[in-house]
């Protein structure tokens, strides 16, 4: 009998790059409900917006470099990319904003670095940042989270598409009327202001430990953060080095000066720290593959973040953080080879 | 049989008055590896089947590490069973013996399992269905032998390494004689899915496999010997424990190693039990270890006690593409179509025959192979539902982190791709002992252990063109180095002969002229 010759292992792999895509969106799912109710539907038409510009991106960048365009959208990514910029987007944001940083995230920060695999940069942050530093204004009016004691204008659902289709608000309403300052903004006027931490915390957007609602998203995604853990999708060291990086900074200075400083639990709970912990800094391709360097990546991105926002002029430090560790991470690739049985440490090709 | 006083898992210690029959645990650690589905169980709940002798037998002179046997038998010789066929040729290698009685009727090229070769030298023999024996010889008592005297005979049983390495085993051990070895270590883990021979082995055969190890004690003059089994054996581990207090011998102690893949590697192995790393490019003897699979250890006693060398081995025949998984006893050189009628014929199914393990075996494109040393598993399997599109690597680190070695085989296919070969030996490629774990967690289904296999191949013939082009430019020096001294001698010549005849004086100088015009005239004519 003849038999066809095949190539060892014969045995098949359980995963594939799209199932992955599809777990991390699948665990993104208690946070997006959680942020379309208290933030309303606009995160949906982001997210549509950003999906279709990510999407349409991809293909035409894929027939562009001569490949099948239906194999680079049968892996998700792109919509995994355009997920993340629909949770760092307000949820008042017209379109042309999403679109820019969704194509910019996967034309530029992807294709042009050769694709899913080989983009240095994390894309979705990347289009962030763009749209962060073109349209600073639109990125700045968050709406106040719905909690009943908070002032609050509600706009509807066609409301807020002809926002974010045109723009405009409806005639009788101000962005004054409908945004409030986001937890970090506050914070960092407040205390730009020369009023103290403490004093800021009693502002009605401020919650138990970031902002009233936020840390609900926030404990919706860690949520998802730790099915993927289990699924071991992502791996402990990333999100635990962001905690660490941010926390223990954020813990020293806010014993030393608890004035000018908010402690670990805001800190933790304001702004993306947790999202950036177990899906931004998580996304493989941009991050250190070592054991040991994903742990320094995490610390780095944390310590980072948590610098830019007592620091810098942003309120939230999340997407340079990570796009300033992206650009470490050869040398940390570099630096935390783990050591070959049977070889010592530091002898050749043992870091 | 040895009272245990050790940690046991999960932090449970025995009392020390009791004498306990639990084997000892592993006190090393392995890095990553994997937790596989056995398909061990349709073949190991069943008894050892003996392959009745074939019409023919095809018997490799390649069957072990090393250089093949030179034939000592012409076609048309009538051989016995466990007559010698061909001995080994130069330091390494193994002989070869007839595994039943009957005719040679040709030593050609045929089909065997090799992973490049289609063909190999065979001496092929005519049954004659008598199955004769060597007349049988009075063997001496090993113990009263030395170990050297030992080792020779070894030798000559044709034993290797029979958990698929095929490397000769007299030679092994007499490498371990010239190091300080303090540990023989019998594999009986067996960690690759679906294979079962040395299990039943152990279930059968406990007693030859302990008796085995003495003998290999009494070689190599070592005190302690391990033997290590995976612990979803019970049966075989019961076995053992059972005839381990029946011959009471304190040297040997059972080992329980985690049942992950691939724990039963040889430098695994070490490492689990002893945990000691047999360091890059070196063996378990820079570690005072040997290893040798309890099939070898089986066949030594065989080949010692009962006199009858490595002519036969228990091979599992299984995967949905036979239609009864099952250990067989085969004749070597027992062709696999003769042998896979025993596990209820193909199914359906049957796609691609391999033999050896789901991981590390070759697939081959017909059943004539014969069943040889190396065989621990015929594998009939259909077309796996497996390795979709390859994709680009997404660097989730699932490769590294289960890589036994502890080597990025994401950064090496990176390497091997681009044909880096200081990069590839800088990152361990020749580390690699492509045990195939990276192949099976990767996303991309990227063939990161075919890569591995393509570049390690390219590596050694970089290395041979190097070696001819070396050997090419050494004959080129020398040569041109000839061609100078020849030329100094010339010169030296005509000095020497132009002094002579300036010191002769002038007549003879005209004499000299006289006669060089002479012999120009007579070339000008």
Known sequence: MKFTRIEAPYWSAETNVASLMLQVLAALVPAALAHVWFFGPGFIFNL????????AGEAVMMWVRGRPPEAALSDYSAIVTAALLAFALPSLTPWWVTATGALFGVVVAKHL???????????????YVVILVTFPTHLNLWVAPRMGDIDYQHLSVIQTLAFTLTGNLPDALTFDAVSRATPLDAMKSGLNNMATAIEVRANPVMGDFGGRGWEWIGNFIAIGGFWLLIRKII??????????????????????????????????????????????ATDPVSAATSTRGRFIYGLGIGFLIWCIRRWGSYADGVAFAVLIMNMAVPAIDKFTRPRIVGHRRGEDGNG | MRTVRRALPRGLHHDETIVVSAPTYDLGKLHGGLRLPSHKQGSAAKAIVDVPVPPQLMLPVEQHVGHPAQPVVAVGDTVLKGQLLAEPDGELGAPVHASSSGKIVAIEPWPVSRRLGDKAPCIVIECDGRDQPMPAIA??????????????????????????????????????????????ILNGVECEPYISCDDVLMREHATEILSGAQVLLHALQVDTCFIAVESDKPEAIARLEEVLSDINDERIVLKLVPTIYPSGGEDQLVQLVTNREVPSGGLPTDVGCIVQNVGTAAAVHDWIL???????????????????????????????????????????????????????????????????????????????????KELACIRCGDC??????????????????????????????????????????????????AD???????????????????RARQRFEARNQRLVQEREEREAELARQKQSAKSAGPAAIAEILKRKQQARKDDSA
């Open chain 2, 306 to 388: 009962r006199n009858e060398p490595l002519i036969s081995r228990v091979t599992t025949i299984t995967g949905d593409g036979v239609a009864s998984p099952v250990n067989v006893r085969a004749r070597i050189g027992t062709p696999v179509e003769k042998v896979i009628q025993h596990a209820g014929g193909y199914t359906e199914l049957a796609r691609h025959l391999i033999i050896g393990g789901p991981m590390t075996g070759k697939s081959v494109t017909t059943d004539d192979v014969p069943v040889v040393k190396a065989s621990n598993c015929v594998l009939v399997v259909s077309t796996p539902p497996f390795k979709g």
């Open chain 1, 113 to 127: 670095y050769g694709g899913l695999g080989f983009n240095i940069f994390n894309p979705a942050m990347a289009g």
């Open chain 1, 48 to 55: 549509l917006v950003a999906s279709i510009f990510a999407i």
């Open chain 2, 139 to 184: 063997s001496e008592d090993y113990t009263s032998q030395t170990p050297a005297d030992l080792l020779l005979r070894i030798l000559d049983g044709g034993i290797v390494g029979l958990g698929g390495a095929v490397f000769p085993t007299a030679q092994k051990l007499m490498q371990a004689r010239t190091c300080e070895t303090e540990f023989l």
């Open chain 2, 400 to 449: 590294a982190a289960v890589c036994p070695v502890q080597l990025l085989p994401q950064q090496l296919s990176w390497y091997a791709r681009a044909d880096d070969e200081e990069k590839l030996r800088e990152f361990g490629l020749t580390d690699c002992i492509e045990c195939g774990c990276c192949d099976l967690v990767c996303p991309s289904h990227i063939p990161l252990t």
């Open chain 1, 235 to 280: 791996r402990w060291q990333i999100p635990v080095g962001v905690g660490v990086g941010l926390l223990v900074p954020a813990t020293i200075i806010f014993l030393i000066d608890p004035g000018t400083s908010p402690g670990p639990g805001f800190h933790l709970f304001a702004g993306a720290s947790i999202l950036c912990a177990f899906f931004i």
């Open chain 2, 452 to 470: 591995f296999r393509i570049a390690k191949g390219r590596i050694r013939e970089l290395a041979d063109e190097k070696a001819r082009a070396e």
